[in-house]
Nanobody, 128 residues
Framework: QVELVESGGGLVQAGGSLRLSCAAS????????MGWFRQAPGKEREFVAV????????YYAEPVKGRFTMSRDNAKNTVYLQMNSLKPEDTAVYYC?????????????????????WGQGTQVTVSS
């Protein structure tokens, strides 16, 4: 059982930056990946980024590549999403999620159904 709590959302102007946090509790994360997704009203949930907890390897969706950076703090059991050069198209509720992956598979997945636990989400609004 894993509990995830997101924070750090807010309102920024286009070109600005935000840093989202996702604090995890309930277990260790050695065999887990932590992902970020986003969902705008009336839209499907969209993959943003993922990191392997053990090794810190990252993978990003094309729309955010070069602008967003994911990282982790093992001591705090927390992952972060640094969002720079924000665009109005980035406006959405951002969710963190976690999933287990085996040695025969990759740490990254863009599929929401692959993730086992989800946070409550944090709103990000980018004005033009």
């Amino acid at each position: 059982q894993v509990e995830l709590v997101e924070s750090g959302g807010g309102l920024v102007q286009a070109g600005g930056s935000l840093r989202l946090s996702c604090a995890a509790s309930g277990r260790t994360f050695g065999s887990y990946a932590m992902g970020w997704f986003r969902q705008a009203p009336g839209k499907e949930r969209e993959f943003v980024a993922v990191i392997s907890w053990r090794g810190g390897l990252t993978y990003y969706a094309e729309p955010v590549k070069g602008r967003f950076t994911m990282s982790r703090d093992n001591a705090k059991n927390t992952v972060y999403l640094q969002m720079n050069s924000l665009k109005p198209e980035d406006t959405a509720v951002y969710y963190c999620a976690t999933r287990y992956y085996s040695a025969s598979s990759s740490y990254y997945s863009e599929v929401p159904n692959d993730y086992d636990y989800w946070g409550q989400g944090t709103q990000v609004t980018v004005s033009s």
